[in-house]
């Protein structure tokens, strides 16, 4: 999974998805801001 060689680079990754569920583009966004992201 990508997640996982991007952790073994030493990347913080958060998932903004990890089942079949539906988030909303507002929640992704929100998650993003609220975690310093870098690459959304």
């Known amino acids: ?3 996982q060689k991007l952790e073994a680079a030493g990347a ?3 998932m903004t998805s990890t089942s079949d569920t539906y988030s909303s583009r507002q ?3 929100d998650l993003t801001d ?3 992201g870098e690459i959304f």
């Open 34 to 36: 609220a975690n310093y």
């Open 27 to 29: 929640d992704r966004v």
């Open 12 to 14: 913080k990754v958060l």
């Open 1 to 3: 999974m990508a997640s």
